[in-house]
């Protein structure tokens, strides 16, 4: 309860610093809306407008302040705006409109699905045979975790185009890309994990005479699952932002990433924003859904809450 | 070339197999060229794969051919580092890690303050903030400040909760032996709780050494001048110059190990007395 108070504050102070913001932000394009429609601003010059200091104009121009959190393309919205926007794109529109967020969103959903379900099972298939094979070990592993300190994410143009040029496109290129970025975070998190069982514990597996695959069935994978849990967070939210930067070189025609692009092109501020949540929705529900997911296994397995 | 590229795969992992279940496996030159004979396996069979089945260069270029644009673009190559690694990331990169090291500083004053910042911390860490670019793009200009910008955001908040949850590892215990000694807030933070949080501050630099590359070059596919990894990369994936493109992946990785293997060097004398340095 207080912790949600404590929450509650950040958040409505982060809102606020966002709505003061919006003013110094905003206040040059209205005050030049305001001279065109004949209207009195203190500095009646354009030129001395606009080599004065924005904070100083919004104090000379007191009138105009409200206009600020109004404007049509403002270099920065202002919160109710966004949530319009949001509002009127998901809920007011029919999800079959190329308009709509959720049409745009279920296209990025659908390729981070896939590819996060791709290269979660390849990574654990990996990390399986990296715990049984010592020689996959020495050699693969370094290689996984020398790949998570390179960015990874700068083959993804590449990817798009090369698939594109052999006759792939829709959604497995973005798939591919959004597999590749949660693979090495789930081998490594895995490996981890099925190395997790101390000696004794698999000593005492071995004087019950079990065999490998008892031992991996009921002491490694069982005793792997917080680690891949943890990973899979992680790759989750590599993979939604690989499937939005795929989308990208593709001169975006659908998808979040798409809606990103369009509105840097077009100046559409607003569209960029509520791009920005409902990635950001996504992301949270999917690592949220993932948290449910892990609460429920680990009960499963005798954890107390 | 095909056949041949499946027996030298066979014949590295032989080897492999010779030197890991060998006598000497637990000595550092084997553990350094197992891995090390794997990727010039691989390397290996990749040039004779594409050689011998004459792949395209726009699908994919033999790594002959990558190497040797390397080396003839070097210049290129150099400009494209300084512009987005040393100007973008790396700027980005110190402005970001020490706003986030002085709030987690402030934040750890206020309990409240803390209890409040923390979640909504991990909750932005989570975001896909790269979406951030196009917005910051548009503010700072197509030149290297957007990117810094990127860089910024995208540090910050894994920083953040890193240090302060580094500040908070001091136990109750070590912190009442300080008020014995009538130690002030300052000598408490600089001669315990700092060092003790250096694991874990160490963590969210080493984290953010990825990202920042990340967040520098995709910031670049919403707008750069005519120079940067991120453009060259861009606009050589639409001249079809995929020996560029892999050029520049390569300096990528070269760029990223690096700056992750600088911090893990400065890492390890910060932090000699902790559990996984001393193994």
Known sequence: MKNLLAVLTVVSVIVAVWYAACVPMNIKSVLNTAVRADQVVVPQDNKTRREAGAVGLVFQNTSHIAATWAEDRPRLPAPHQVMVELWSTTVNKKITSKRSLVYHGWVTLSATLLGFAIGTGLGVLLAVGIVHSKVMDMSVMPWAIVSQTIPIIALAPMII???YSIGIQGIIPKAVISAYLSFFPVVVGMVKGLRSPDAMQLDLLRTYSASTGQGFWKLRLPASMPYLFASLKIGIAASLVGAIVGELPTGAVAGLGAR????????????????????????????????FLERLVLRRMGEKA | MVFLAFAVLAAGWMLNVRLANGAQSHTRTVQLAVPVIFG???????????????????????????????????????QDFMQTFVKGALSGYLMGCGAAFVTAILVDRSDFLRRGLLPVGNFVAALPIVGTAPILVMWFGFDWHSKAAVVVVMVFFPMLVNTVAGLRESSAMQQDLMRTYAASYWQGL?????????????????????????????????????????????????????DMVWAEIVVAALAGSLFYGVVALIEKPVTFWHPSQRS
Do not use: C, D
């Open chain 1, 161 to 163: 185009v090369v698939l």
């Open chain 1, 260 to 291: 990103l692009l369009a509105g840097s092109y077009y100046g559409q501020t607003v569209q960029i924003w509520s791009a920005l949540f409902a990635a950001a929705l996504l992301a949270a529900s999917l690592v949220a859904l993932l948290g």
């Open chain 2, 40 to 78: 010039l396996t691989l390397l290996v069979v990749w040039e004779l794969l594409v050689r011998g089945m004459h792949v395209p260069l726009v699908i994919l270029p033999a790594p002959s051919l990558i190497a040797q644009r390397f080396v003839g673009s070097t210049h290129i190559l150099w």
């Open chain 2, 190 to 242: 600089l001669k315990m709780r700092l060092p003790a949080a250096m694991p874990f501050i160490f963590n969210g630099l080493k984290i953010s050494t990825t990202l920042a590359l990340v967040g520098a070059i995709v910031a670049e596919f919403f707008g750069s001048p005519t120079v940067g990894m991120g453009f060259r990369i861009s606009t050589s994936v639409g001249q079809l110059a995929l």
